[in-house]
């Protein structure tokens, strides 16, 4: 059983978390969340803590963003939007319930005080702002990091606030660099 209580949006994430761990679930009724819902959030914080797993998409975001500006030391789990996809349709809802335990294993505390070990002159050494592929490698090294995907700005600000060692980054660089070769690889032998 997990300790934290796992914030969703809504009924259908219950029931997909439900199936894919053993937890208490508690939903935000979507973008209907009020300050109610969000009292038994802080509530449910204080006694047993929370991770926030919400879909990734703007409302998402959005929801996620209003839990972590009202209430302290929340964790954070986030899926990849390729593996929360059904048909178009993005959400926890549609992950499979692999998708959501290794989410909720790589959960993150969000610092409260947020340091600056990582500028904007590494996210450009990183090749993660000022070229074509930028967004591209930032959604890969968030989900691989299990950061989630976000601009540049926040990209950075997760960075530091989620507490990522260098060592951290650069590992996960390196495999998707591999990745990446790999790839380039078997598109140049359909090629030939």
Not at 78 to 83: A, L
């Amino acid at each position: 059983m997990i300790k934290e209580i796992i914030v969703v949006e809504g009924k259908s994430d219950i029931s997909a978390v439900k199936k894919a761990v053993d937890a208490v679930v508690i939903s935000t009724s979507g973008l209907g969340i009020n300050d109610k819902i969000i009292n038994n959030i802080k509530k449910a914080s204080k006694n047993r803590g929370i991770i926030i797993l919400t879909d990734p998409d703007y409302p998402g975001k959005k929801i996620r963003n209003i839990l972590t500006s009202e209430i302290e030391n929340c964790k954070h789990a986030f899926i990849p939007r390729d593996k929360a996809n059904k048909n178009g349709d993005i959400g926890v809802e549609n992950a499979s319930p692999e998708q959501i335990r290794e989410a909720l294993k790589n959960a993150r505390a969000e610092n409260s005080e947020e340091n600056h070990d990582f500028t904007n002159h590494d996210m450009i050494y990183y090749e993660l702002i000022g070229n074509d592929n930028a967004s591209k490698r930032r959604e890969k090294l968030g989900d691989e990091l299990g950061i989630g995907y976000c601009s540049a700005k926040q990209f950075l600000k997760r960075l530091n606030s989620f507490n990522i060692k260098r060592e951290e980054l650069e590992a996960a660089i390196i495999k998707l660099d591999k990745l990446v070769l790999k790839d380039n690889d078997n598109e140049n032998e359909k090629e030939t």
